[in-house]
């Protein structure tokens, strides 16, 4: 027997809504700003995964030196997610969803990478209705951590089992999938083949649909 869903966690950029970031921008600044330190990160990873492992290697020689990397290097990330808050828009009905879902008694959470400020200004914008948004600065450990997943349930009083994490990259799937949650691809940046390596329960060509599926499934 399948066990009813009490709670649903999403991705915020990319899954509820469109907002350019200068992710290309973004990483450039920090990796130019890594060399100014004299440290070249590993080219193949994320952003925040550059900044923690540039901050480290100077953490080992300079404790002043890493802090004030870390700072500008934080800074450079919240400026241009700032900057893309004015553009930013929300999917279709993705603003209805989060209400339905809470009308019917399910609870909402939002689990992002990006700064707590910018998110909280395109909710706004947006009238996103959910009842946990934890972000990069309130986590100490972001997707694909699962840590990042399981604070938002605790908070929620949520178990894992009976939660689904939906998100429109395979980073969101494979932090549900390692947090024992359902998972659900979002084909709103990405494509299913994008999505066959980490198996997603379900495939979604918007958050709306998650509702139908619920529904039926749940």
């Excluded at 809470?102 to 959470?109: D, F, R, S, T, Y």
């Excluded at 998110?119 to 934890?134: N, R």
């Excluded at 999938?177 to 691809?185: D, E, L, N, P, R």
Aim: glycine letters at 4%.
């Amino acid at each position: 027997m399948t066990k009813k869903i009490d709670a649903v966690l999403f991705d915020f950029d990319g899954t509820l809504v469109n907002i350019k970031i200068d992710f290309v921008r973004m990483r450039q600044d920090v990796l130019s700003l890594g060399v100014e330190y004299g440290v070249s990160p590993k080219s193949d990873i994320y952003v925040l995964e550059a900044i923690d492992e540039i901050f480290n290697t100077l953490l080992a020689k300079d404790e002043i030196l890493a802090s004030k990397f870390k700072k500008k290097a934080e800074q450079i990330l919240i400026d241009i997610e700032l900057d893309a808050v004015p553009t930013s828009i929300c999917y279709p009905n993705a603003d209805k969803t989060l209400e339905i879902l809470k009308n019917k008694g399910i609870k909402v959470g939002i689990v992002t990478r990006n700064c707590r400020l910018a998110v909280l200004k395109t909710s706004e914008k947006a009238g996103f209705i959910y009842d946990v948004l934890l972000t990069r600065d309130d986590v100490q450990k972001v997707k694909p951590d699962p840590q990042h997943l399981w604070d938002a349930l605790n908070l929620l009083e949520a178990d894992r089992e009976s939660s689904i994490m939906v998100g429109d990259h395979p980073m969101d799937i494979l932090a549900g999938k390692k947090a024992g949650m359902k998972t659900a691809a979002v084909l709103t940046t990405k494509t299913e083949d994008d999505f066959k390596s980490v198996e997603p329960d379900i495939v979604l060509n918007n958050v709306s649909e998650i509702l139908k599926i619920l529904d039926a499934r749940y």
